[in-house]
């Protein structure tokens, strides 16, 4: 049971996400591959928070991170800049809800938990900033080396 | 000698391009000095910030010349970064002269976006999507998408009229406030917080955020700063617009405590 919701989140979060690179005009070749990083990057998210607990802010950096490592390794593999898979895929992990929850407590005057939120939203923006640089810390030339592996297999059945 | 002056032109040429469609800085420079390396031009300087770009070659010989570039900040198009980078690919590659980049260079920018009844439809989709990932119902699912072929609609007619960013962010996340009101008035068994995050969604500053933390990341602080200051204020701006069509809704008779 918990199998198949997993797999219905990653299958909404995917259409999701293609859409959105529909909208920001992605090649349509990619299109397929953003909406796979990014739904990956929500389903670390999402399985963290759930099943393990694990406080949202340490799960958002993981999540970047996984997508951050991912858009790259599509970067490598396909041929096309990262940022076509990293910038729709983040959508999911940006603290949309956080922004409103936020504005919603300061105008009904609940200063506890607008104070709760607000320093959550940011904590969350932080821990993407985290994540995004964690991913790009792994060194290029381990990724080249997987593009080259890929390329190999990619010329050998060609022949 | 003009040879120099053209290439210099055609190299901020697609700079300029990269830059209006949303690539990062660091991108855009190492391309640049790439171009004009594989056209044989020695001495050069590039800097590029992200509403500008300054470039000069020869500096000292008889052909020395300069460009420099004005560029708006831009909304985000990745077909066009994506075909950009495959100019550059080819021109580093020696196999494209100047005249054929000039021509590539014009197909990159005139590669058609999707129609608009499409963009409508997966805007409204990629709404409905959200909610539901956010914890909505299947209800809620599909007032988001309703509501957010509405805002894709309004988001049109705004860069169409070319009102400013502020007033654009503002105006369109009051309208999704209020579109995920209209379930409440007629009684549908809705959880109205569910549905407005699903909405806000395409106007949520995650793109030029990401672009930020990498223009950071990369050593370009300036640019990461002007960056993270337009996240900051566009975030800003959907917090006043929902701030604002929820504390009229609160003086309206009927209006109840939402959460």
């Not at chain 2, 014009?106 to 009844?117: Q, R, T, V």
């Amino acid at each position: 049971m918990m199998i198949i919701n997993f797999f219905i989140q990653f299958l909404v979060a995917m259409i999701a996400i293609m859409s959105f690179s529909i909208l920001f005009n992605a090649p349509k070749k990619e299109v397929i591959f953003c909406g796979f990083s990014g739904a990956l990057g929500w389903i670390v998210y999402y399985i963290l928070v759930r099943n393990y607990k694990v406080s949202i802010i340490v799960s958002a950096l993981v999540a970047t991170a996984t997508l951050t490592i991912f858009s790259r390794a599509f970067a490598v593999i396909r041929m096309h800049p990262a940022t076509i898979y990293l910038l729709p895929g983040i959508f999911p992990l940006v603290p949309g809800a956080g922004i409103y929850y936020t504005a919603y407590y300061l105008i009904t005057k609940q200063h506890a938990l607008f104070a709760q939120k607000g320093l959550e939203t940011f904590e969350v923006a932080v821990a993407i900033v985290f994540g995004i640089i964690f991913g790009f810390a792994i060194p290029q030339t381990l990724l080249a080396k997987l593009g080259i592996i890929f390329h190999r297999k990619k010329t050998n059945t060609e022949n | 000698m003009v040879k120099t002056k053209e290439i210099l032109t055609l190299t901020v040429e697609i700079g300029d391009a990269m830059l209006r469609n949303g690539a990062e800085i660091y991108r855009i420079e190492d391309s640049l000095a790439r171009i004009l390396k594989a056209y044989d031009i020695k001495n050069f300087d590039v800097y590029v910030l992200s509403n500008g770009i300054f470039a000069s070659a020869n500096e000292g010989l008889d052909d020395a010349c300069s460009v420099i570039r004005h560029t708006p900040l831009g909304d985000v198009n990745l077909g066009k970064i994506s075909a950009l980078n495959q100019l550059t690919r080819d021109i580093c590659c020696k196999n494209c002269d100047v005249e054929t980049a000039w021509k590539r260079l014009d197909e990159c920018l005139n590669i058609p976006s999707p129609k608009k009844s499409y963009l409508i439809f997966f805007c409204g989709l990629g709404c409905a999507c959200f909610g539901y990932l956010y914890g909505g119902s299947l209800i809620d699912s599909f007032m988001a998408f309703l509501a957010g072929m509405v805002l894709k609609w309004f988001l049109m007619v705004c860069e169409k009229r070319k009102y400013s960013r502020f007033t654009k962010n503002v105006f369109s996340s009051m309208i999704a406030t209020f579109l995920s009101l209209i379930p409440l008035y007629v009684n549908l068994p809705v959880s109205q917080d569910k549905i407005v995050i699903g909405i806000i969604m395409p106007l949520v500053p995650g793109m030029t955020f990401t672009t930020s933390i990498r223009d950071f990341y990369n050593g370009d602080y300036l640019c990461g700063a002007i960056h993270l200051i337009d996240a900051l204020l566009t975030a800003l701006c959907i917090a006043a617009g929902v701030g604002i069509v929820i504390s009229i809704y609160q003086q309206t008779p009927g209006g109840m405590s939402l959460l």
